[in-house]
Each structure stands twice: as C-alpha cells, then as structure tokens.
C-alpha cells in the first residue's frame, strides 16, 4: 500500500527546472528521508507536495486521490502537514496558542458560534486545549503552555514547531532539516521524539535533513535527489554504498571508505 506517490513530477521556474521528473513512494507507517547537496530540490519538493507551488507536470496522488493543483489548506485537511526549513511560529502568542492554530482545519463551529461563545463552541474549545495539552507531553513542553513562543529557547522552539503540525492530526508529516541548528544532545532528543511519533500516534514521517547521522539512524528509506532529479532510493546501507550518492557528496575523486565517518 502506498501513502504518497509522485508520478514524473516537474517543477520549474523560468529556465530552472527544480524538480525533474521525480518518481517515488512513501508506504504509510515509514520514516523517510530525502537527502541531497544544497540546491538540489528537496525543498522545492516539499513546497509542490503542499502546495504553496502547483506542479508544471505529473501527478501528487495521496491514499490515491490527486492533490495536484489543491490550495495548502486543502492539501492539510486531506491529512499532510509540515515543519519549515525557518522557524515560523507566531512570536507573539503563547506555546499553546500556537498548538491550537494548528487545529483549525478540524475545527467545525462557525464564527458566529464562536463570537457567541455557544455551549457547542464551548465544548469545542476545551477539548482542542485538552488535545494541545497532550501534543505538549509529547514533544517535551509540558509546563510552559503560557509562555510566549519567541521566549523559547530554539530546540524547543522547533518542538513547537512539530506540535504545532501534528495538532493538524496528519497522516503524513513532512519535517523540512528539523534538527538544523542543534547540538548533539538536542539532535539526539529529536531523533526519539521521531520514533515516538510514528510508533505511539501512527503517523508516517518524510524529512529533509542534512545531518547524515540522523538520516542513517532513523530512516528506513532514502530518496536521494541531485540537480532536481532523484539518483537513488533505497534503505540506508544502500545509499551510503551507492557510487552516484558518493560522487554528488564528494565529488569524482572520491574513494571507498572516505564517506563512511560521515554517515557513522
């Protein structure tokens, strides 16, 4: 069974073509990853898979239904949601606040209820607290529901970030570089926080990241991108074997054995 398939997808921009033909697919209850040097598409990827840009060409099919030309708000509501490569959290509103932003493509009162604060939006209202609450149990931010999200000190300012798009109760969460920044206790504590995802609330995971570590550790398949087109898939002993992953890392001169600290 496939969760999300991309069918010879293309994206360009002006004489750039971004993506080029990619092809690939992610089964539901996976950790995927997407590697690749800078400029190679991965977040132009994600952004057609959301659609803040609209495919030029092929096909997104998501539990096999086209989202190609969907708005994003569509797009979350079918049950994908996603973490940006730069920190987007609203500053000024508390770390709750924020997590029940994340909500309102589930939320079903109107603003008239909501204006009149009727007994339906009432009840509403509580459980989506109650549900934000514990969305802050699980990545680790229990206790400062009050505090203002741009106080936050940056790891947790990414966990946030997580929360906030798993509020959207996605099927599939796509993670652009989610441990950019961290050290490696941080970097560590993402990692699991991963696992925890997928393992205790079913959701399938897709993340950019850069740091081979990470990528290695918890992947179970990689998609490996290049100038915009996919040049190997597969689990990560694999890709770290694979002679065009190794020269797209480290350039033709490259010999066995050289790439290896930096994937261990």
């Known amino acids: 069974m496939t969760l999300l398939e991309t069918i010879d997808l293309v994206k360009s921009f002006g004489g750039l073509t971004a993506v080029n033909k990619v092809n690939f697919q992610v089964e539901p209850g996976r950790i995927v990853s997407i590697i690749g040097p800078n400029g190679a598409g991965k977040t132009t990827l994600f952004n057609t898979l959301t659609g803040i840009y609209r495919p030029d060409q092929g096909d997104i099919r998501f ?18 949601a996603r973490t940006f490569q730069n920190i987007r959290l609203f500053g000024g509103m508390t770390v709750i606040e ?31 607290e109650q549900r934000a609450m514990a969305l ?99 689990t990560p002993a694999e890709i770290r074997a694979d002679a065009r992953v190794i020269e797209a890392y480290l350039g033709r001169g490259a010999v066995a054995g050289q790439h290896e600290e930096r994937w261990r």
């Open 98 to 128: 924020n997590i029940l932003i994340g909500m309102h493509v589930h939320l079903s009162q109107s603003p008239l209820e909501a204006l009149l604060r009727l007994p339906g939006f009432r009840r509403e209202e509580r459980e989506a």
């Open 136 to 234: 802050m149990r699980t990545v680790g931010l229990v206790g400062v529901g009050n505090e203002l999200a741009a106080n936050l000190p940056y790891g947790a300012q990414r966990r946030l970030e997580i929360a906030r798009a798993l509020a959207a109760e996605p099927l599939l969460l796509l993670l652009d570089e989610p441990a950019a920044g961290m050290n490696p206790q941080e970097t560590e504590e993402m990692t699991r926080l991963f696992r925890t995802i997928r393992d205790e609330r079913g959701v399938t995971i897709l993340l950019i990241e850069h740091d081979m570590r990470v990528v290695m550790n918890i992947s179970e398949r990689i998609c490996v991108m290049d100038y915009g087109e996919k040049i190997a898939e597969g």
């Open 63 to 80: 539990n096999g239904r086209s989202l190609a030309g969907l708005r994003p708000d569509r797009i979350a509501a079918r049950g994908i």
